[in-house]
């Protein structure tokens, strides 16, 4: 376990390494998630029309899911230079550490993007989320894993196609379908100041789909980056 926990840390500090060096992912994602909720808010006005707070879970997660895999998009085209997936593939390590280090690196991403624009949602949208800060981040973290283990997956089968950028998010959304509602509807109880135990069979789904679909990647990783 601690060698498994080695090798993964060593690709997650890799990954974040080479993000940090240039930002490309991260910078390109959170002008992306800025700029579609200006329109958001422009196209929702909450002080034109109340009734749209209470689409505003679902318009954030609209935001965080194409910013997300905008991000995402990367960690894998990253290898695709010198030929370094054969060398990835060829290394002593399995492809469970691999997955365990990419998703790792990208959670992180994830995360740091989506707290970077909640605040200007906040601002947006008039709405009230420090209260419950503690709840929301929750949600959070459970919905940027779900993106997570189903784009780093996908994101290694895409990573030779010349198509890529259209096709991540034609695997992913489709799969991520289930935990995005989840995180919708959540986030709009926690928006709406409602508690979220009335809806703990959503929380139970967010959940087991991290877990379900974080052991296949795992498993699965090391046959998609030989073949």
Not at 83 to 104: H, N, R, T, V, Y
Not at 135 to 146: D, F, K, P, R, V
């Amino acid at each position: 376990m601690t060698e498994f926990l080695r090798l993964s840390w060593a690709v997650a500090a890799k990954d974040l390494r080479v993000e940090m060096r240039n930002r490309e992912a991260l910078n390109a994602a959170f002008a992306f998630a800025l700029t579609v909720l200006l329109l958001f808010s422009f196209a929702f006005d909450p002080i034109v029309n109340p009734d749209a707070r209470a689409m505003s879970g679902g318009l954030l997660w609209v935001v965080y899911a194409f910013a997300g895999i905008l991000a995402l998009n990367r960690s894998f085209a990253r290898e695709t230079a010198n030929d370094c997936m054969s060398a990835l593939a060829a290394a002593p390590i399995s492809g469970a550490a691999i997955f365990a280090g990419k998703a790792f690196a990208n959670g992180l991403l994830l995360l740091a993007l989506e707290l970077l624009s909640l605040p200007m949602f906040g601002v947006f949208y008039d709405v009230r989320w420090l209260a419950r800060f503690p709840e929301l981040a929750l949600i959070l973290a459970l919905g940027a894993t779900a993106l997570t283990v189903i784009g780093t997956m996908f994101g290694a089968v895409t990573a030779n196609s010349r198509l890529r950028e259209l096709m991540l998010p034609v695997l992913v959304l489709p799969l991520a379908l289930p935990a995005l509602m989840a995180c919708v509807k959540l986030t709009t109880l926690i928006f709406a100041g409602e508690p979220i135990g009335d809806s703990f069979v959503w929380l139970k789904l967010l959940i087991s789909f991290d877990v379900i679909f974080g052991l296949l990647g795992a498993t699965l990783l090391e046959y998609v980056i030989e073949s």
